[in-house]
């Protein structure tokens, strides 16, 4: 019989590939990794890892895709029996970018903590497409998402569409520059900057795809890592930043003009579940809490 820890480590050591990073991983001392490896080659009679260079054998490939499905259906069993049992003690793992996060969760957890005191919960700070793969993966319980696509195995319900502004002072004068140059070769103005995110997020790739609706005949990106960085370093007069229009709509102390962009197509934000997920009392009753929150913030917007 295969020990599942046995097969925790193989697995981990697959990915790190060498002893002492999968052991930090796990929390493991390098030799206990190599015990278990050792344990594991002796109950299969095979070699499964040559160690120089590292590198799985036939077997020890064979052996890794039949444990990474054996680890993610046990890990989604167990998560299944605690919604199942409404365990009030345990942890929740929800995955959420920072923007989504801290506009729209934190009275619900507030509501949560109150209701359900026996029940920690863990926040991951994802981007979309992590948050998808960590509920799939049954790394998480619940995952909130702009823009996901219906497919296998997640399921995605929608709690608010989301509708793009640009924060900033120069937008319209930029676009009038881009006007006058596209009707005169003699015009000529300050090449202009956008701040936007990463390519790593969902957002960005939404966001190229709409840029040519702002009819700007050339212009420098500025990277950052969030939305509330976007705005910050609008508010500095360094550039337009595009941003979702919830973003700002709690933001009661801006001095940039905030410009709607209707021709920016709408997309959605709301949550994954793995597909015939059980929802446990408490995730049931905390995506209450999201979306009337929600509904708060149109009200007062």
């Not at 619940?142 to 497919?151: E, N, R, T, Y």
């Not at 997020?201 to 420098?220: C, F, G, M, Q």
């Not at 102390?253 to 021709?263: A, C, H, K, R, W």
Request: proline share 3%.
């Amino acid at each position: 019989m295969l020990d599942i820890n046995w097969l925790k480590t193989f697995v981990t050591l697959a990915e790190y590939k060498h002893f002492g990073k999968a052991a930090t991983a796990l929390h493991m001392t390098q030799p206990n990794v190599s015990l278990h490896l050792k344990q594991l080659e002796q109950a299969t009679s095979v070699k499964l890892i040559d160690r120089n260079p590292f590198h799985l054998t036939q077997a020890g490939q064979r052996l890794l895709e039949s444990s990474q499905r054996t680890l993610l259906e046990l890990q989604t069993c167990q998560a299944d029996m605690n919604a199942i049992n409404d365990l009030n003690r345990g942890t929740l793992t929800i995955a959420a970018s920072d923007i989504i996060s801290r506009l729209l969760l934190i009275e619900p957890f507030q509501l949560f903590k109150a209701e359900f005191p026996g029940i920690d919960f863990t926040l991951l700070n994802t981007t979309s497409s992590q948050a998808s793969e960590l509920v799939k993966n049954a790394e998480a319980d619940l995952g909130f998402v702009i823009a996901q696509k219906q497919s296998q195995p997640l399921h995605f319900t929608e709690l608010q569409q989301i509708k793009w502004c640009a924060l900033g002072h120069n937008l319209q004068q930029w676009q009038q520059q881009a006007k006058q140059s596209a009707e005169s070769s003699n015009v000529t103005g300050s090449e202009p900057t956008l701040i936007l995110l990463g390519h790593d997020t969902r957002t960005r790739d939404l966001i190229d795809e709409a840029l040519p609706t702002l009819k700007l005949s050339n212009y420098r990106i500025m990277e950052v890592g969030s939305v509330d960085a976007q705005i910050d370093w609008a508010e500095a007069g360094f550039g337009v930043a595009i941003v979702p229009a919830f973003s700002v709509s709690s933001k009661t102390n801006l001095s940039s003009i905030v410009t709607q962009l209707p021709d920016f197509p709408t997309t959605s934000l709301g949550y994954v579940v793995r597909q015939n997920q059980v929802l446990s009392k408490a995730i049931k009753q905390l995506l209450q809490w999201v979306s009337d929150e929600i509904i708060r913030a149109h009200k007062e917007s």
